[in-house]
Protein backbone atom coordinates (compact mmCIF):
# COMPACT_ATOMS: atom_id res chain seq x y z
CA UNK A 1 0.00 0.00 0.00
CA UNK A 2 2.97 2.37 0.86
CA UNK A 3 3.95 1.72 -2.55
CA UNK A 4 1.02 2.70 -4.31
CA UNK A 5 1.13 5.92 -2.44
CA UNK A 6 5.11 6.67 -3.47
CA UNK A 7 4.33 6.07 -6.84
CA UNK A 8 1.08 8.30 -6.87
CA UNK A 9 3.25 10.83 -5.25
CA UNK A 10 5.92 10.86 -7.47
CA UNK A 11 3.90 10.71 -10.52
CA UNK A 12 2.16 13.64 -9.13
CA UNK A 13 5.18 15.53 -8.43
CA UNK A 14 6.22 14.85 -12.45
CA UNK A 15 2.50 15.96 -13.53
CA UNK A 16 2.42 19.35 -11.52
CA UNK A 17 5.18 21.01 -13.08
CA UNK A 18 3.74 20.59 -16.41
CA UNK A 19 0.60 22.61 -15.98
CA UNK A 20 2.67 25.73 -16.06
CA UNK A 21 4.59 24.65 -18.70
CA UNK A 22 1.08 23.99 -20.91
CA UNK A 23 -0.78 27.16 -19.89
CA UNK A 24 2.65 28.94 -20.99
CA UNK A 25 2.39 27.21 -24.32
CA UNK A 26 -1.63 27.76 -24.36
CA UNK A 27 -0.97 31.63 -23.43
CA UNK A 28 1.86 31.84 -26.48
CA UNK A 29 -0.63 30.82 -28.94
CA UNK A 30 -3.50 33.15 -28.20
CA UNK A 31 -0.55 35.50 -28.21
CA UNK A 32 0.16 34.32 -31.87
CA UNK A 33 -3.51 34.15 -33.05
CA UNK A 34 -3.81 37.49 -31.65
CA UNK A 35 -0.74 39.27 -33.32
CA UNK A 36 -1.91 41.83 -36.10
CA UNK A 37 -1.78 40.96 -39.53
CA UNK A 38 0.86 42.58 -41.74
CA UNK A 39 -0.92 45.35 -44.51
CA UNK A 40 0.91 42.84 -46.82
CA UNK A 41 -1.29 39.93 -45.54
CA UNK A 42 -4.42 41.67 -45.43
CA UNK A 43 -3.69 42.61 -49.19
CA UNK A 44 -3.31 39.28 -50.04
CA UNK A 45 -6.12 38.28 -48.16
CA UNK A 46 -8.42 40.16 -49.91
CA UNK A 47 -7.10 39.07 -53.29
CA UNK A 48 -7.82 35.40 -52.33
CA UNK A 49 -11.05 36.34 -50.63
CA UNK A 50 -12.23 38.36 -53.70
CA UNK A 51 -11.33 35.51 -55.86
CA UNK A 52 -12.82 33.31 -54.28
CA UNK A 53 -16.49 35.01 -54.10
CA UNK A 54 -15.57 35.91 -57.59
CA UNK A 55 -15.63 32.12 -58.68
CA UNK A 56 -18.92 31.21 -56.61
CA UNK A 57 -20.70 34.24 -58.52
CA UNK A 58 -19.42 33.34 -61.66
CA UNK A 59 -18.31 29.57 -61.77
CA UNK A 60 -17.69 29.18 -65.30
CA UNK A 61 -14.64 31.17 -64.73
CA UNK A 62 -13.06 27.64 -62.83
CA UNK A 63 -12.77 25.87 -65.54
CA UNK A 64 -10.60 28.29 -67.46
CA UNK A 65 -8.15 27.15 -64.33
CA UNK A 66 -8.61 23.67 -65.14
CA UNK A 67 -10.94 23.72 -61.97
CA UNK A 68 -13.60 21.07 -62.53
CA UNK A 69 -15.35 22.10 -59.45
CA UNK A 70 -19.32 23.05 -59.71
CA UNK A 71 -18.36 22.12 -63.91
CA UNK A 72 -21.91 21.68 -64.32
CA UNK A 73 -22.79 25.16 -64.36
CA UNK A 74 -22.41 28.44 -66.30
CA UNK A 75 -24.20 30.54 -63.92
CA UNK A 76 -27.16 32.51 -63.24
CA UNK A 77 -25.92 35.23 -65.77
CA UNK A 78 -29.13 37.70 -67.13
CA UNK A 79 -30.59 37.93 -63.11
CA UNK A 80 -31.56 40.47 -60.59
CA UNK A 81 -29.63 37.77 -58.67
CA UNK A 82 -26.46 37.67 -60.35
CA UNK A 83 -26.60 41.57 -60.99
CA UNK A 84 -26.58 42.38 -57.42
CA UNK A 85 -24.51 39.83 -55.90
CA UNK A 86 -21.64 41.22 -58.32
CA UNK A 87 -22.64 44.48 -57.15
CA UNK A 88 -22.17 43.69 -53.61
CA UNK A 89 -19.12 41.64 -54.38
CA UNK A 90 -17.45 44.32 -55.86
CA UNK A 91 -18.67 46.80 -53.12
CA UNK A 92 -17.42 44.52 -50.37
CA UNK A 93 -14.09 44.61 -52.27
CA UNK A 94 -14.12 47.88 -51.85
CA UNK A 95 -15.00 48.66 -48.21
CA UNK A 96 -11.98 45.94 -47.48
CA UNK A 97 -9.34 47.57 -49.26
CA UNK A 98 -10.61 50.62 -47.42
CA UNK A 99 -9.26 49.26 -44.40
CA UNK A 100 -5.65 48.38 -45.31
CA UNK A 101 -3.32 51.07 -44.78
CA UNK A 102 -1.59 51.98 -47.94
CA UNK A 103 1.02 53.88 -46.84
CA UNK A 104 2.26 50.67 -44.85
CA UNK A 105 2.96 48.74 -48.16
CA UNK A 106 6.06 48.22 -50.56
CA UNK A 107 5.77 49.51 -53.85
CA UNK A 108 4.96 45.97 -55.49
CA UNK A 109 1.51 45.81 -53.27
CA UNK A 110 1.49 49.81 -52.93
CA UNK A 111 0.76 49.14 -57.02
CA UNK A 112 -1.39 46.04 -56.32
CA UNK A 113 -3.62 47.69 -54.13
CA UNK A 114 -3.71 51.02 -56.69
CA UNK A 115 -4.66 48.32 -59.81
CA UNK A 116 -7.25 46.66 -57.69
CA UNK A 117 -9.15 49.82 -56.11
CA UNK A 118 -8.82 50.99 -59.97
CA UNK A 119 -10.67 47.94 -61.28
CA UNK A 120 -12.97 47.49 -58.29
CA UNK A 121 -14.29 51.31 -58.82
CA UNK A 122 -14.59 50.94 -62.85
CA UNK A 123 -16.56 48.17 -62.11
CA UNK A 124 -18.99 49.70 -59.65
CA UNK A 125 -19.32 52.39 -62.37
CA UNK A 126 -20.75 49.61 -64.59
CA UNK A 127 -23.06 48.46 -62.09
CA UNK A 128 -25.31 51.50 -61.78
CA UNK A 129 -28.72 50.75 -62.32
CA UNK A 130 -28.87 53.50 -65.04
CA UNK A 131 -25.97 51.46 -66.76
CA UNK A 132 -27.65 48.34 -66.40
CA UNK A 133 -31.24 49.54 -68.08
CA UNK A 134 -28.77 50.67 -71.21
CA UNK A 135 -26.79 47.27 -71.03
CA UNK A 136 -28.53 44.07 -69.51
CA UNK A 137 -31.38 44.80 -72.11
CA UNK A 138 -28.91 44.45 -75.37
CA UNK A 139 -27.85 41.32 -74.31
CA UNK A 140 -26.42 40.00 -77.70
CA UNK A 141 -24.41 41.94 -80.64
CA UNK A 142 -21.38 40.37 -82.98
CA UNK A 143 -19.01 40.95 -80.23
CA UNK A 144 -20.59 40.26 -77.20
CA UNK A 145 -22.92 37.52 -75.81
CA UNK A 146 -22.51 33.61 -74.87
CA UNK A 147 -23.15 32.73 -78.25
CA UNK A 148 -20.14 33.94 -79.49
CA UNK A 149 -18.01 31.55 -77.92
CA UNK A 150 -19.88 28.89 -76.65
CA UNK A 151 -20.40 26.65 -79.43
CA UNK A 152 -16.20 25.97 -79.03
CA UNK A 153 -16.23 25.99 -75.35
CA UNK A 154 -19.11 22.93 -75.08
CA UNK A 155 -16.80 20.93 -78.29
CA UNK A 156 -14.61 19.78 -76.02
CA UNK A 157 -11.89 21.27 -77.72
CA UNK A 158 -11.76 24.02 -75.52
CA UNK A 159 -11.17 24.94 -71.57
CA UNK A 160 -13.87 22.09 -70.95
CA UNK A 161 -12.50 18.78 -72.31
CA UNK A 162 -14.08 15.68 -72.35
CA UNK A 163 -12.25 13.02 -70.36
CA UNK A 164 -14.40 11.48 -68.44
CA UNK A 165 -18.19 10.51 -68.35
CA UNK A 166 -18.47 13.13 -65.63
CA UNK A 167 -17.14 15.58 -67.80
CA UNK A 168 -20.42 14.79 -70.88
CA UNK A 169 -22.06 15.18 -68.00
CA UNK A 170 -21.55 18.33 -66.74
CA UNK A 171 -21.19 19.55 -70.42
CA UNK A 172 -24.82 18.29 -71.09
CA UNK A 173 -26.07 20.26 -67.51
CA UNK A 174 -24.38 23.43 -68.73
CA UNK A 175 -26.15 23.14 -72.28
CA UNK A 176 -29.67 23.81 -69.94
CA UNK A 177 -27.92 26.61 -68.56
CA UNK A 178 -26.88 27.84 -72.00
CA UNK A 179 -30.75 27.84 -72.72
CA UNK A 180 -32.27 29.58 -69.83
CA UNK A 181 -29.60 32.19 -70.16
CA UNK A 182 -30.41 33.06 -74.03
CA UNK A 183 -34.39 32.73 -72.78
CA UNK A 184 -33.44 35.41 -70.54
CA UNK A 185 -31.65 36.96 -72.95
CA UNK A 186 -34.71 37.21 -75.52
CA UNK A 187 -36.57 38.30 -72.15
CA UNK A 188 -34.32 41.20 -71.08
CA UNK A 189 -34.42 41.67 -75.10
CA UNK A 190 -37.78 42.80 -75.09
CA UNK A 191 -37.64 44.78 -71.95
CA UNK A 192 -35.29 46.81 -74.27
CA UNK A 193 -37.98 47.31 -76.98
CA UNK A 194 -40.12 48.34 -74.64
CA UNK A 195 -38.23 51.33 -72.83
CA UNK A 196 -36.58 51.82 -76.81
CA UNK A 197 -32.80 50.57 -76.13
CA UNK A 198 -32.43 48.84 -79.39
CA UNK A 199 -29.23 47.23 -80.55
CA UNK A 200 -29.12 48.65 -84.84
CA UNK A 201 -30.42 46.32 -87.31
CA UNK A 202 -26.81 46.37 -89.08
CA UNK A 203 -25.60 45.27 -85.56
CA UNK A 204 -27.92 42.33 -85.21
CA UNK A 205 -28.18 41.26 -89.32
CA UNK A 206 -24.24 40.58 -88.58
CA UNK A 207 -25.06 38.33 -85.67
CA UNK A 208 -27.61 36.78 -87.62
CA UNK A 209 -25.11 36.25 -90.59
Same mark, same amino acid.
Given at each position: ???????? /? @???? $???????? =?????? *??? %???????????????????????????????????????????????????????????????????????????????? /? @???? $???????? =?????? *??? %?????????????????????????????????????????????????????????????????????????????
Amino acid at each position: MKTIRLAL /L @ATAA $FALPAAPA =LADHHA *EAV %AEEAAPKSEHDKLHELFDDSDARGLEINPIGRLFRGDDENAGKLGDFLTDSNFYANRLDTQLNLAKLELIDRSKLDETDQ /L @AYDV $FKYTQESG =LRGQTD *EIR %ALTEVRPINHFFGFHTFYPDFASGDSAAEFKTLANYEDNLSRHNDYIAISDRAIERSREGMASGVLETSLTIGIVVQ
